[in-house]
């Protein structure tokens, strides 16, 4: 089955920088979304790019896609304390339903 | 903004015991998922639900588990004989569009401890 897959696992980044996570997966897909978790919450909807789109913006945050790759990647510019979080990609395919990747842990020090 | 509300949000059980976990889904969402987090792990999909009736499930939603939508605004998962293994923080979501165009919304979750 197909499903997203973060690389780093882990990232530890200083206020101000630029966070960079990548997402690949198996299968075509219908659409990819981003979704953010605080230690022990829940899961929070951060940006769905289509198969058919390649770049997408929303505030601080930047997806692209690459199908022909079977790649995703997020950017969060200028990030803050507030940004430390896990940040999962999620695929959906078909009919089928969302399908989670590991995830990354990011770590954002003042 | 709408909230997906879950209750409890801790829940310990003894092995063995049935548990319900409760979901209060977006009021106009039609499609309604449960997943489940083992900690330190992936968010792994149980169920989907539509129409009254499930619409997809995984094949860790054996027969343990069951979910139902009993009064129109709630929706429920139950877990009938626990075990330790289902230790887990237990997220339900909707949406209101199958194939997930807009994105899921969810839960703050249930985290099951099962002892």
């Known amino acids: 089955s197909q499903q997203g897959e973060e690389d780093p696992q882990a990232l530890s980044i200083q206020e101000g920088e630029n966070a960079t996570m990548n997402c690949s997966y198996k299968t075509s897909i219908n659409n990819l979304q981003w979704y953010r978790q605080n230690s022990g919450r829940g899961l929070v909807h951060l940006i769905l790019i289509r198969s058919n789109e390649r770049e997408k913006h929303s505030g601080r945050l930047r997806v692209t896609l690459d199908t022909s790759k079977k790649s995703s990647s997020l950017l969060i510019t200028a990030s803050r304390a507030a940004d430390t979080a896990s940040y999962f990609c999620a695929t959906t395919s078909g009919y089928s339903t969302l399908t989670f990747g590991k995830g990354t842990m990011l770590l954002v020090s003042p | 903004e709408p909230e997906v509300t879950q209750t409890p949000s801790h829940q310990v059980t003894q092995m063995g015991q049935e548990v319900i976990l409760r979901c209060v889904p977006i009021?106009?969402?039609?499609?309604f998922y449960w997943y489940r987090q083992i900690l330190g792990q992936k968010v792994e999909f149980l169920v989907s639900?539509?129409?009254?009736?499930?619409?997809?499930k995984s094949e860790i939603f054996d027969d343990q588990f069951s979910v139902e939508r009993p009064d129109g605004s709630n929706f429920t998962l139950k877990i009938r004989s626990t075990k330790l293994e289902d230790s887990a923080m237990y997220f339900c979501?909707?949406?209101?569009?199958?194939?997930?165009?807009?994105?899921?919304?969810f839960g703050s979750g249930t985290r099951l401890t099962v002892v």
């Open positions: 009021s106009n969402h039609l499609y």
């Open positions: 979501a909707s949406s209101d569009e199958s194939r997930a165009n807009y994105g899921y919304t």
């Open positions: 639900f539509y129409n009254n009736e499930i619409s997809e």
